[in-house]
């Protein structure tokens, strides 16, 4: 088991910035991708960012060049540095990963963070 528990949330003005933190524990090893999803009242969830073991990271289009996905691996800590900040990111964040054990896929998820962009 992977538990994830994330750090960060809270009420930012427009443009504005956060950092949320997503620290891992128990059995990590096999961890092969991280991400950082968001779901806003009514919508569906989303993937926002990910981040592979590799070192390769996508985006969501909406965020390409304001959020930054990084993950120190001393720390078993992923990231998600969120600049500019516009009332549509406002969302319940949530970091996921992957571990891949004996050819089968393992989702763990966190417990969530909110994050609320108003003036």
């Known amino acids: 088991q992977v538990q994830l528990v994330e750090s960060g949330g809270g009420l930012v003005q427009p443009g504005g910035s956060l950092r949320l933190s997503c620290a891992a524990s128990g059995s990590i090893f096999g961890i092969n991708a991280w991400g950082w999803y968001r779901q806003a009242p009514g919508k569906e969830r989303e993937l926002v960012a990910t981040?592979?073991?590799?070192?390769?990271?996508n985006y969501l289009d909406s965020v390409t060049g304001r959020f930054t996905v990084s993950r120190d691996n001393a720390k078993n800590t992923f990231y998600l540095q969120m600049n500019s900040l516009k009332p549509e990111d406002t969302a319940v964040y949530l970091c996921n990963c992957v571990r891949l054990i004996g050819g089968n896929s393992y989702n763990y998820w966190g417990q969530g963070t909110q994050v609320t962009v108003s003036s």
């Open positions: 981040i592979t073991r590799g070192g390769i990271t």
